[in-house]
């Protein structure tokens, strides 16, 4: 029996897709009633856990789910021992580094030093400012980062960003990028050197997409 | 300006009640149609500042906000340096030790030695086992714990219990306590130092609230 750790919230509906194509149909999970969270696919032969975004990289890397479906996001933050497989492509996001528009900052090298950064990324976020040689003071929040400008708690913020709108409604500007993060297929190493060709076989359908979705 | 920080969620209904009695109406933030995560009160005096749970005591404790309402779960799972005012009494609700019915355990001390312990409170499980002189393998998960003795990822749990019944649904059993936890309200000490006397008087207010309440 396969297991499937899937990241409820955003990527959930194009990770359903993706391991339907694969042969492996948990769009069960996507009715608005179930309350599982763990349902079974259609054939028979695997599970879905439905589990909170930073939590995928965990049953993954305990080999409780063979493949899951992360944000690579949450991948940098957890550092997590698991293979990073395929990068699936939607949930598409930077991880960025935003200011208040008022404060005329252009560039993250242009905060003063031991300012404080608000994050819900702080290992992200503490890398970011070891490699620029800028020394900072982390605070870490759990949700909201947009308010840690505008209540004084830390002069920027590192953050996900989509489309802005967030930024923009509380007068931030992005002044940096981290990186740009996307959906990956992660596995449990220890199951896919054990692997009979269950596995492979589903990660290479999601590889081929791959490829047809980029022709 | 006094600044409140009010924990979304369970807790917030109640927490605006009280801030009310002591004459700071904040009632806006809980119409269903207010979108802004930093509320005037009705008087002006003050504001409330809308956030997580566990951002609470980071606000208070970094001073962003000189009050906050939040609970003592979050308090013993974080320690920051933050007053502990007064026990409000309400938002009860048990952390415990939890397994599978069907395991058979009666009490914490009963588990294996080495065994894993899944929960969003790991440092509160942590001290919990040092104390019974119970090694365990902790592994930190962000949500739905009721998830790892079902999943094999851990063979207890530690987490809230309010009425029980997510446990009962997932067959889950409780064998230990480690405290009972209410809503607290807390302060940032240096301002408590600094006060001209208004936040006293909120916080004398809340005490006499509660005294009645307890007659």
Redesign the interface.
Known sequence: MI?VALA?GALLKDSVARFTKAGLDFSAILDPKNRL??VPSVCGRAKA???????VP??VA?G?AQLGVVGFDVLSEKKMPVANLLDLGFGGCRMAVAVKESSGYKSAVDLPHHCRVASKFTNCARRFFEDIDLPVEL??????VE?GP????AEAIVDLVATGQTLRENGLVEIDELFYSTARLVGHPLSLRLDNGMLQKIIETMQSQNNSAHI
């Open positions: 297991t409820k969270l763990m856990l439905l589990v909170r975004n930073g939590d965990v049953y305990y409780q605070v870490h929040l759990t949700g909201s308010l505008l209540t004084g708690i």
